[in-house]
Nanobody
Framework: QLLLVESGGGLVQTGGSLRLSCVAS????????MGWFRQAPGKEREFVAA???????QYADSVKGRFIIARDNAKQSVSLQMNSLRLEDTAVYYC????????WGQGTQVTVSS
């Protein structure tokens, strides 16, 4: 089972950028499709972006063209570059396998202010 530690969140103004990182351990990472997910206050957790073991990518419509997911198999890490941030991007962001397993990390808070 993957153990996941997310970092890189913070407070940013609309239009700004943040880069999130996730380090995975506990099992072989190189052949696992990975994803980023987020949960805003009062809402269900939702899919944000995914990257396959061979780096094909997929994005939610709401972040397409603004967010970039990448992976570094040697470091067992996945990143999410978030640009042109909007108020509605405010959420706790999580990484997990894609589809997600039952073991979630603590997430990292992203707050976008006007």
């Amino acid at each position: 089972q993957l153990l996941l530690v997310e970092s890189g969140g913070g407070l940013v103004q609309t239009g700004g950028s943040l880069r999130l990182s996730c380090v995975a351990s506990g099992r072989t990472f190189v052949n696992v499709d990975m994803g980023w997910f987020r949960q805003a206050p009062g809402k269900e957790r939702e899919f944000v972006a995914a990257i396959t073991w061979n780096s094909d990518t997929q994005y939610a419509d709401s972040v397409k063209g603004r967010f970039i997911i990448a992976r570094d198999n040697a470091k067992q890490s996945v990143s999410l570059q978030m640009n042109s941030l909007r108020l509605e991007d405010t959420a706790v962001y999580y990484c997990n396998s894609h589809p997600p397993g039952s073991n979630w990390g603590q997430g990292t808070q992203v707050t976008v202010s006007s």
